[in-house]
């Protein structure tokens, strides 16, 4: 590697950066005092973003968003994955807002709740009947319980290698951040490693007779899934265990009709979640009629109360939803996030081939879907690193945790993303070469996930 003239840098967020972000600054301490960690959802909190840049949105548009003291940047990763449409989408908005001027809430159904499912069920072929809710935890969760009831037993399998399935005890008590949950309800989840179908195997010895549940997503990569999934099948039918796939990721990004179509493995139950109504609250269980059914009205078994939430069913998010599935189905909106997403993969990798960073700076994932890998100069992951990434890109007018793609990310977008790329992976090398803390304003990054701030 060439050794690149170094500027010299400040350590501390300069005054300019601080003016730069002034409101935010403001926003944020006030935050702090009235909401528990600054946000509702953890994964957009403080700790996630460089300290430099406290970004605080004030409204988006496509795939731009503008923060609260008038910068704009091209987002990826919009609403964690959910919104896939673009920001604002016009068609999906008009729908949403006509829906509200009906009303929102009634006593009875409304009539968008039969609407919705039979789209929903007309894409996802596996499913015979689907029951909506609000965040995918809620589907997630009612999952485990169904097949909990439909077995008669207690312990449920999940993926070690699948960061978030639920933000409900079953789940979080296997991380580190498990506080507040008994080791009764963290004793009855069990874990096994993705792609190794004999581990599943010796987990089912392990516990015999007593998983109710496999849970996993059907992939994460750009990988062939199919063998494994069938495999993984197959050894649940064996162990009268039921087959839980959390599409709540691949659903609209891999396939329009699943990851389950696209493998063509079709599991017990399924979750739908994020771009299901591009950013608005709609997820969704979907599965097999004998397994759904006894959450209704209609079954000789003890019932299982399934889902039931006073906002379960608002008209403007489920028209939002049916409007979203429409969308994708005339638009082919799944083959613009491949080709947007190779776009930006390719643009990137020749950045790193002409700085020659291909053991610190890595992109993986499938084109849909990508994330970004940082090392340190010995090649160990890197949260210091990451954060200096993003400090640089946010300085080009770039908000990328992610390189995930939505439709609204023309080449223009894209084109500029990689020109910012350039040039964070130009001070990304310098500070490999010369030392991290003569470029990083402020403390790294921290994972989600750990016991203490
Ligand atoms: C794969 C997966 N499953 C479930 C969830 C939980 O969804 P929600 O945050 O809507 O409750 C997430 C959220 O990030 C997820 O990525």
């Given at each position: ?290 397994l759904m059914e006894r959450g209704g009205l209609r079954t000789e ?50 950045q790193i081939d002409a700085l020659g960073l291909h053991e610190q ?58 020109e910012a790329v350039g040039k964070a992976l130009v001070v990304y ?25």
């Amino acid at each position: 590697m060439t050794t690149l003239a170094a500027p010299a840098r400040s350590v501390a967020p300069s005054a300019t950066k601080t003016a730069r972000y002034a409101r935010s600054f403001a926003h944020q301490q006030r935050a702090h005092r009235v909401i528990p960690g600054g946000a509702h959802t953890y994964a957009k909190g403080d700790d996630q973003m460089p300290e430099a840049a406290p970004l605080v949105i004030a409204r988006g548009q496509g795939c731009r968003v503008w923060d609260l003291d008038g910068h704009a940047y091209i987002e990826y990763g919009m609403g964690l994955r959910a919104v896939t449409l673009g920001h604002a989408e016009p068609r999906v908005t008009a729908v949403a807002v006509q829906a509200m001027q009906g009303g929102t809430n009634f006593t009875r159904p409304a009539a968008i709740e039969l609407e919705a499912a039979e789209r929903f069920l007309g894409l996802i072929e596996g499913a015979d009947m689907v029951k909506f809710c609000k965040d995918g935890s809620n589907a997630t969760t009612a999952a485990v319980k169904l097949a909990r009831a439909a077995t008669g037993r207690a312990k449920v399998a999940v993926c070690a290698h699948h960061p978030f399935l639920s933000q409900d005890d079953w789940f979080i008590g296997t991380t580190p951040t498990d506080a507040g949950i008994p080791d009764a309800i963290k004793d009855l989840t069990v874990r096994f490693p993705y792609g190794d179908a004999v581990a599943l195997e010796v987990l089912f010895a392990l516990h015999p007779g007593e998983i109710a549940a496999v849970v996993l997503e059907p992939v994460r990569g750009a990988e062939d899934a199919g063998p494994y999934l069938r495999d993984v099948q197959r050894r649940c039918r064996e162990h009268g265990a039921v087959l839980v796939f959390d599409e709540m990721i691949t659903g609209f990004r891999w396939d329009l009709r699943g990851a389950q179509h696209l493998y063509g493995v079709t599991p017990d139950l399924s979750t739908f979640g994020k771009a299901l109504a591009n950013g608005f609250s709609v997820s969704a269980l979907a599965g097999r009629r004998d397994l759904m059914e006894r959450g209704g009205l209609r079954t000789e078994q003890e019932r299982v109360f399934l889902l039931s939430a006073t906002h379960g069913a608002e008209t403007h998010a489920l028209a939002a939803a049916v409007e979203t599935m429409r969308i994708y189905e005339t638009e082919d909106v799944v083959e613009t996030l491949h080709r947007q997403g190779a776009r930006l993969r390719e643009g990137v990798e020749q950045q790193i081939d002409a700085l020659g960073l291909h053991e610190q700076f890595v992109v993986v994932g499938r084109d849909c879907n990508l994330v970004f890998a940082t090392r340190d100069a010995e090649g160990q992951a890197s949260q210091a690193f990451r954060t200096l990434f993003l400090q640089e890109l946010l300085l080009h007018g770039i908000l990328a945790p992610s390189f995930v793609v939505s439709a609204a990310h023309d080449n223009e977008a894209i084109d500029q993303t990689v020109e910012a790329v350039g040039k964070a992976l130009v001070v990304y090398r310098r500070a490999l070469e010369s030392g991290i803390e003569r470029f990083l304003h402020g403390r790294p990054v921290k994972p989600v996930f750990r016991k203490h701030c």
